[in-house]
């Protein structure tokens, strides 16, 4: 692998490309993990997947995926000291946030109509014309 990035290296328009589709490729991914991180799910591993991506061609993403990657672990060292009802309140905290996101694209609007259900509050603001 090392010696076929050489040779893309040493073209200048090939390598601006592969580092272009490296850097939005990247991008994506970190974007996608950002949007998933309060949701159940791999959304910390898409935005260190992301970072790591980057960082292969990108100085400033090595560093911030070893910032991000050390203020996760204190994070999750500092919850697991916490009190049960501290845990509780973060996860209800997450599952608040998860609930309004749901409720702001519409998907329980989009429920309800599978089940008949037309209350007015099931309905988006955003999505109300």
């Not at 272009?20 to 490729?25: A, I, P």
């Not at 061609?57 to 672990?73: D, I, P, S």
């Not at 501290?86 to 749901?102: C, E, H, Q």
């Amino acid at each position: 692998m090392r010696a076929r990035r050489e040779r893309i290296r040493a073209k200048r328009g090939l390598n601006a490309l592969y580092r272009f589709t490296l850097g939005l490729t990247g991008g994506l991914v970190l974007v996608v993990g950002i949007v998933m991180i309060p949701y159940p799910g791999p959304g910390w591993l898409c935005v260190f997947a992301g970072l790591g991506l980057l960082a292969t061609e990108f100085a400033w993403a090595h560093q911030v995926n070893m910032f991000a990657k050390h203020h996760y672990q204190r994070w999750v060292r500092w919850l697991s000291r916490q009190h049960l009802v501290v845990k509780l309140a973060v996860m209800g905290t997450t599952g608040l946030i998860v609930l309004a996101t749901l409720w702001l694209i519409g998907a329980f609007s989009l429920l309800g109509n599978l089940f008949g259900l037309n209350w007015p509050w099931l309905t988006s603001p955003l999505l109300t014309p």
